[in-house]
């Protein structure tokens, strides 16, 4: 029989993506899921058949009942219906949920012995041990499929853990590389989305450009590969083809290269350890003639090394929290852009003063109880107006 897929979120930027690749794979696809947009949802439905399929949003899912109300996909809703098409014993969820929401289903699909495909970084860098540790027990595998973290695994094909000396994350520096902190100060929302390589969701369009989703990545790494965040390096590579490297023992480094194109890390996650024909184009390393590499700016952009930091101070779930909520704050024209960097930072400290002694192992509670906190910190910050946002803004 054929391997099964669910994918969470199929209506965003990777999940439309990864339903062509079961579609050139012929893959059945057992479960569908998105917040709230019942037409795509429907589309996809008609073409992809699954067993099940739900939507976040009550009424979308009520809307989205009565346009499948011919075929035989049973339709749920809410974080509940998104759990259960989770936990429906697919052979591979792929999960392509955006934000800390995308970290209970992973869990549910853990349990259920499901293998992971993980686009939604923000599991892993809130959830850490939690997902780790489920994984090992379950026996399953957790397989990446951003595009820095498929080529370390790929580059690690074969070889030992513990002859990797360091890894080597690529990032492009998005649409403002080479900007000042104080070029920064005016830049808007319309600047942000203009991402020079990937047409991705607006979040992590934003993230790339404040460089949280380098920060983030870092974590993700650290999690994924069981390395210390200080053998990591970022390093700018403006034309997103060498997707990121692996330094051995021997000084051998090995990248992993490729037109910036997220079909090629999706389908990895969903053939490994086989590869097939993609539909991409071929990397022609003439038409780029050059590859150019720069240090990333810590004065422009302090993402990275708050993200250093919150690993040292076990507060990864602080660092996820404060900067999405401050994503979606800047998103909807209620913050400037450097506030983004100025909050998650703010919340670090006061996470540092008030968590005092270190605990060891989370629990899924304890991680929403820090995640509520950090949320709850950044708004208070900006209604008590302590930056340049505009207070009336805010619900
Ligand atoms: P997107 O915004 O385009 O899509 C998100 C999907 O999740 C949509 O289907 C949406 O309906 C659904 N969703 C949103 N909020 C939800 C919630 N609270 N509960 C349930 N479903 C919800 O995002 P994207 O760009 O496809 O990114 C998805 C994830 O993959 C993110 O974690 C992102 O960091 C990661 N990622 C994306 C890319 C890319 O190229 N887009 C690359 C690497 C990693
Ligand atoms: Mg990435």
Redesign the pocket.
């Known amino acids: 029989m054929k391997k099964s897929l669910t994918i969470?979120?199929?209506?965003?930027?990777?999940?439309?993506?990864a339903l062509e690749i079961a579609k050139q794979l012929a893959l059945p696809v057992c479960a569908l899921?998105?917040?709230?947009?019942a037409a795509l949802l429907e589309e996809q439905i008609r073409a992809f058949r699954p067993e099940f399929a739900a939507l976040?949003d009550e009424k979308a899912a009520q809307e989205l009942s009565r346009r499948v109300g011919d075929l035989p996909t049973q339709v749920m809703c809410g974080?509940d219906g998104?759990a259960q098409c989770a936990a429906a014993g697919a052979h591979t969820v792929l999960?392509?949920?955006?934000?800390i929401?995308?970290l209970a289903?992973t869990l549910c699909a853990i349990n259920a012995g499901s293998d992971i495909a993980l686009?939604?970084?923000?599991?892993l860098v809130a959830g850490g041990s939690l997902v780790t540790s489920a994984v090992l027990e379950k026996g399953v595998r957790l397989l990446p499929?951003?595009?820095e973290h498929s080529a370390i695994f790929q580059a690690l094909q074969g070889e030992e853990l513990k002859s990797v000396k360091r890894l080597i994350l690529t990032a492009s520096g998005g649409p403002f590389f080479g900007k000042s902190r104080e070029e920064l100060k005016d830049v808007t929302l319309a600047d942000a989305l203009k991402h020079p390589n990937?047409?991705?969701?607006?979040?992590?369009?934003v993230?790339s450009a404040t460089m949280f989703?380098k920060g983030?990545e870092l974590i993700e790494a650290v999690r994924l590969f069981d390395v210390p965040a200080d053998s990591i390096e970022v390093v700018i590579h403006r034309q997103s083809v060498v997707h990121s490297l692996v330094e051995y023992a021997d000084n051998s480094v090995i990248a992993q290269m490729g037109v910036p194109d997220?079909k090629i890390?999706i389908q990895y996650a969903l053939t490994y350890p086989k590869r097939r024909p993609c539909p991409v184009e071929p990397l022609s390393l003439t038409k780029y003639g050059t590859l150019t590499f720069h240090e990333p700016d810590d004065d422009a952009f302090p993402a990275i090394r708050l993200a250093r930091r919150a690993c040292a101070e076990d507060a990864t779930v602080v660092y996820n929290g404060a900067n999405e909520i401050a994503n979606e704050l800047f998103r909807t024209g209620k913050i400037g852009f450097l506030d983004i960097t100025s909050l998650v930072e703010q919340a670090l400290d006061e996470w540092k003063l008030k968590s005092g002694k270190r605990k060891v192992g989370y629990t899924l509670e304890d991680v929403h109880n820090m995640d509520k906190w950090a949320r709850d910190f950044v708004l208070s910050k900006v209604r008590n107006s302590t930056i340049t946002c505009v207070y009336s803004l805010l619900t």
């Open positions: 969470l979120g199929s209506t965003g930027s990777i999940g439309v993506q899921t998105a917040g709230s947009n976040l974080a998104i999960n392509a949920i955006v934000g929401a995308g289903p686009a939604n970084k923000e599991t499929v951003d595009s990937w047409d991705m969701g607006a979040k992590i369009t993230d989703n983030l997220m890390p």
